[in-house]
C-alpha cells in the first residue's frame, strides 16, 4: 500500500489517468462546473470559449474549491489547453500540469502518451515526495476497475428498469465517484445498486438515447424525466464516459498498457480513428439501435468544436437510418436545461 | 470556377509586369504565386494534399504533392467577396454558426463542389481542434485517406523525435496512397531552398524593423503563413529576393511603407480576409503603419538537408499557437521589443478558440511591456457580419489614446 497523502487533487477531464492520482496518493476531484460564482473568466478567456472550462476558471477565480494539492489538465482541445493558461494566472501559486493527450491510437500514439503518463507519474512523485510504484499503480487500477464495474451495474440496471428517478440517481452516483474518495464512492455506488432504486415508473414513454459531451447536474436528468424522456444509454463526458474501466493485456508494460486503455476507451468526439473519419456517426446510431432508442437526444457545451464541427455528419446518418434527433446547446446550467423543455417535451410527443 | 478565377488572375498579374517592363512589386508577384498554387490545386492535373496549418509542406513538395492548407480556401473566398453566400451552404448543412468561419467557409465550399478532390488529406492537431475537425470532415466527404500529424505541445528530444517519426510514416502514406517514392536526392534540394527562403525571409523581417520602416502594411499581409505553402520551391525564394531587395532600397532612398509614420503597430493572429478600409484609415489619417504580425517571425532553425525529419518537427513544434500561451505572450512582447510596436490590434476572430481563446492574458501580457491591446470583435472571412462605423469608432479611440501617451520605446 503506497502512502495517502489524505489530500485531493483537481482535474477536469474524463480522460485523466485517475488511477496515477491515486496512485500517488491522492484523491481526484474533478472540478465540474456546477458553481454559484460570478461569471469572471471573460476577463481572461474569451465570451465565445467552452462554458465548461470557463465555469471551472470561474470555481477557481470564485474560490469555490476545496484544498487541492495540485491540478492535472489534459490537452484534449482548444478550450482545455487554454484553461491551465488561465488557471495558472489566476491561482499563481498551484501546482499544475499539462498532459498531452493525442488525437489518434495508433501504435506511436500510444507509446507517445505512455511516455506523457511516465512524465506524469515523475510530476505526483515530486509533488507527494513519495515515487509512483508500478506496483501502487496497478492496484489502484484494480480499485478502480471495481468502481467502474460497479457503475457500469448500476448504469445498466437504470438503463434497463425505467426506475422513477433512477437517471439522477446514477448521475449523483457518477459525481460522487468523481468527486470524493474512491472508497466512499465504491461505497455509494453498491448501496444505490442494492437498495437504492425502488419505484417503477408509470405508463410507457419513449426510449431515448442521451450523448454529448458535459452535463453533470442531476436536475437536468429530472427535467428530462419530467419531460417525459426515458432515457435508456447514454454517453456524456460527465457519465458513462467518465468512469471508465482500465484492461492491461497480460505481459503489457504498464504505461503502454494504461496508455492503450485511456486511448482506447469509449472516446469523447475529439478523439477519432483517421482510418473511419466521421466514425463517430455510426458509433451513435450503433448505440442508439443497442439499446432500442426511438431517438436520440444530442446534448453539448456551446462553443465545442469536436461536437459541433461532427454533428452534420451525426444528423445525416441517422436521418438515414430514420432515427430522429433533437440537438440542445448549453452553457452547463440547469437554466439553459429549462428553457430547452418545451423542445424536449414536443420531440418525446413526436416521438411517442 | 476557381479554375478561371485563377487562371485570369494570373493572366492579369503578368500582363500587368509586362506593361511595366518586367518590373513588379514583391506584392504583386506573392499574389502571382498564390494565383498559381490556385491554378495547381484545381487544375485537375496534380495530386493534391489537403492539410492542417503546420503541415510539412516542403516535405510534400519533394514528393510531388501540391499540397495546401485548408483554411487558404476560407481566405481566398473572403477575399473574392464570395464566402458569405458559400458559408450559408455549411450553415444549411447544420454546421455550427459560433464557428470558425475559415472552417465553415471550407465545408461550404466543399458542399458546393468548389474544393479540388485531394489524393490524400494531412490534418495537423496544432493550431486548433477546430480545423483538425473539418479535415476529418473533408477525408469523410471526399472519402480518401486520411493521416494525422499529432503535434507535441512541448519541444523536448522525445518530442521532437515523435513527430519526426510521425513525418517519416508520413511519407510511407504518400507512397502507399499515391505510388510517389521519397526521392532523398530531391528532398536534400528542397531542404536547401526551405533554408535559403528562410534565411532571407529574416533578413526582409530585420529590415521591416528599421524606423521608419520600409514596409506597409499591407507588403507583408499574410506573408509567412502563405510562403509556407511555397517552401522548398525555387519560386519562394525568388520571391523573398524579391521582397528583400525592394525593402533595401526604400531604405537606401528614406523611402518609408507610410510616408511620415508616426505609430507602429503589432497585428496579432490573421488578417482580416475580406476587403475592408481599417488598414487604410491607419495609413491615411494616422499615420500608423502594421509592422509586424504575429505569424511574420521565423521561429525555428536551418533545417538539415541530409537528415531533415528532426528539423521538421522542431520547425512545426515551434510556431508560436502552439504551447502554453505564456510562450505565445513571450513571442509577442519579443515582437514588440524588436519592431518597436506602440499598439497591437487583435481581431479576435469569431470562433477561433485557439487564437482567441486566452485574449485577456495576451493583453495583460503585452501591457507590461507598455503596449496597449485593441480587442475587436471581428469575423475575419465573413463579411455579413462587419459593421465598419462600429470598427471605425473603436480604432479611432485605440489611435487617439496611443497618440496622447508617451512611445514605450522613445527614452525620457
Keep these: ?352 | 470556377m476557381l479554375i478561371n478565377y485563377f487562371d485570369d488572375l494570373e493572366k492579369g498579374i503578368v500582363s500587368s509586369i509586362n506593361d511595366q517592363g518586367g518590373k513588379a512589386s514583391p506584392r504583386k508577384l506573392y499574389s502571382l504565386e498564390i494565383a498559381r498554387l490556385g491554378k495547381r490545386l484545381y487544375s485537375g492535373s496534380n495530386k493534391v494534399a489537403w492539410c492542417g496549418v503546420t503541415a510539412p509542406f516542403d516535405l510534400l513538395h519533394a514528393m510531388g504533392l501540391t499540397s495546401c492548407f485548408v483554411e487558404f480556401i476560407g481566405a481566398m473566398l473572403a477575399s473574392t467577396g464570395m464566402a458569405g453566400s458559400i458559408i450559408e451552404e455549411s450553415d444549411h448543412a447544420g454546421y455550427s454558426s459560433d464557428a470558425c468561419s475559415y472552417h465553415r467557409a471550407i465545408m461550404g465550399a466543399a458542399m458546393k463542389d468548389l474544393m479540388p478532390a485531394p489524393e490524400i488529406l494531412v490534418g495537423t492537431t496544432v493550431p486548433c481542434s477546430g480545423g483538425l475537425a473539418v479535415i476529418e470532415n473533408l477525408a469523410r466527404h471526399f472519402d480518401k485517406p486520411l493521416f494525422i500529424l499529432h503535434i507535441p505541445q512541448g519541444d523536448s528530444d522525445s518530442d521532437v523525435a515523435y513527430l519526426a517519426s510521425q513525418m517519416k510514416d508520413l511519407t510511407g502514406f504518400v507512397t502507399e496512397h499515391t505510388g510517389i517514392a521519397l526521392d532523398r536526392g530531391r528532398l536534400k534540394a528542397v531542404i536547401e531552398k526551405t533554408n535559403e527562403a528562410r534565411g532571407i525571409v529574416n533578413e526582409i523581417f530585420d529590415l521591416a524593423k528599421h524606423c521608419p520602416s520600409p514596409a506597409n502594411s499591407k507588403d507583408l499581409n499574410n506573408f509567412l503563413i502563405t510562403m509556407a505553402l511555397f517552401l522548398g520551391s525555387d519560386e519562394s525564394v525568388s520571391l523573398a529576393r524579391a521582397y528583400r531587395e525592394e525593402f533595401a532600397q526604400r531604405l537606401s532612398e528614406n523611402r518609408s511603407g507610410v510616408h511620415d509614420e508616426k505609430v507602429r503597430l503589432l497585428w496579432i493572429q490573421n488578417r482580416i480576409q475580406f476587403k475592408n478600409p481599417l488598414v487604410d484609415t491607419l495609413e491615411k489619417e494616422y499615420r500608423a503603419v502594421i509592422v509586424s504580425d504575429e505569424l511574420n517571425s521565423i521561429t525555428w532553425g536551418p533545417i538539415d538537408p541530409d537528415d531533415p525529419f528532426e528539423g521538421l518537427a522542431r520547425r512545426a513544434i515551434s510556431i508560436p499557437f502552439n504551447g502554453v500561451t505564456q510562450r505565445r505572450i513571450d513571442h509577442l512582447k519579443q515582437l514588440a521589443r524588436n519592431y518597436k510596436i506602440q499598439g497591437a490590434i487583435n481581431p479576435c476572430n469569431w470562433g477561433c478558440r485557439q487564437g482567441t481563446g486566452t485574449r485577456g492574458l495576451v493583453e495583460a501580457g503585452l501591457r507590461e511591456v507598455g503596449v496597449p491591446v485593441l480587442n475587436l470583435e471581428v469575423d475575419c472571412v465573413d463579411e455579413r457580419k462587419f459593421t465598419e462605423g462600429q470598427f471605425r469608432t473603436r480604432i479611432e479611440a485605440f489611435m487617439e489614446m496611443i497618440q496622447t501617451r508617451p512611445n514605450p520605446w522613445q527614452q525620457h
Design chain 1, 1 to 352: 500500500m503506497g502512502r495517502q497523502t489524505n489530500e485531493s487533487l483537481g482535474y477536469g477531464c474524463a480522460y485523466t489517468p485517475l488511477v496515477m492520482l491515486r496512485a500517488a496518493g491522492y484523491d481526484p476531484y474533478r472540478v465540474l462546473p456546477l458553481t454559484d460564482s460570478h461569471d469572471q473568466a471573460g476577463l481572461h478567456l474569451h465570451d465565445n470559449l467552452c462554458p465548461h472550462v470557463k465555469k471551472i476558471l470561474d470555481r477557481a477565480m470564485g474560490n469555490d474549491l476545496p484544498v487541492l494539492a495540485g491540478m492535472i489538465f489534459m490537452n484534449s482541445c482548444d478550450a482545455m489547453r487554454r484553461l491551465p493558461d488561465a488557471w495558472r494566472k489566476v491561482r499563481e501559486g498551484d501546482r499544475t500540469v499539462l498532459v498531452d493527450l493525442p488525437v489518434i491510437a495508433d501504435e506511436s500514439a500510444v507509446r507517445f502518451f505512455a511516455g506523457e503518463l511516465r512524465r506524469l507519474a515523475g510530476v505526483l512523485g515530486e509533488w507527494s515526495g513519495s515515487p509512483v510504484s508500478d506496483d501502487r499503480v496497478k492496484e489502484c487500477i484494480q480499485e478502480h476497475n471495481r468502481l467502474a464495474d460497479t457503475l457500469s451495474g448500476l448504469a445498466s440496471k437504470v438503463n434497463a428498469g425505467a426506475y422513477k428517478g433512477g437517471r439522477n440517481t446514477l448521475q449523483k452516483a457518477y459525481a460522487v465517484a468523481a468527486t470524493k474518495p474512491l472508497p466512499e464512492a465504491i461505497r455509494y455506488a453498491e448501496d444505490v445498486l442494492s437498495s437504492g432504486l425502488k419505484e417503477k415508473l408509470s405508463g410507457s414513454l419513449p426510449a431515448v438515447f442521451l450523448f454529448g459531451n458535459i452535463l453533470p447536474d442531476t436536475e437536468a436528468f429530472a427535467l428530462f424525466e419530467a419531460s417525459g424522456a426515458r432515457i435508456v444509454d447514454e454517453d456524456l463526458c460527465t457519465g458513462s464516459r467518465l468512469i471508465q474501466p482500465v484492461r492491461i493485456e497480460d505481459g503489457e508494460d504498464l504505461y503502454t498498457g494504461l496508455s492503450r486503455a485511456i486511448l482506447g476507451r469509449i472516446s469523447c468526439a475529439r478523439t477519432f480513428n483517421h482510418a473511419r473519419p466521421g466514425e463517430i456517426a455510426q458509433t451513435v446510431v450503433e448505440r442508439a439501435r443497442a439499446c432500442d432508442a426511438k431517438g436520440v437526444i444530442f446534448h453539448t457545451a456551446k462553443f465545442c468544436d469536436p461536437y459541433l464541427a461532427r454533428l452534420p455528419s451525426i444528423r445525416e446518418t441517422l436521418r438515414k437510418e430514420g432515427i430522429p434527433i433533437l440537438v440542445l446547446e448549453g452553457d452547463c446550467t440547469t437554466r439553459s436545461i429549462g428553457q430547452h423543455r418545451t423542445r424536449i417535451e414536443a420531440f418525446i410527443e413526436m416521438l411517442g
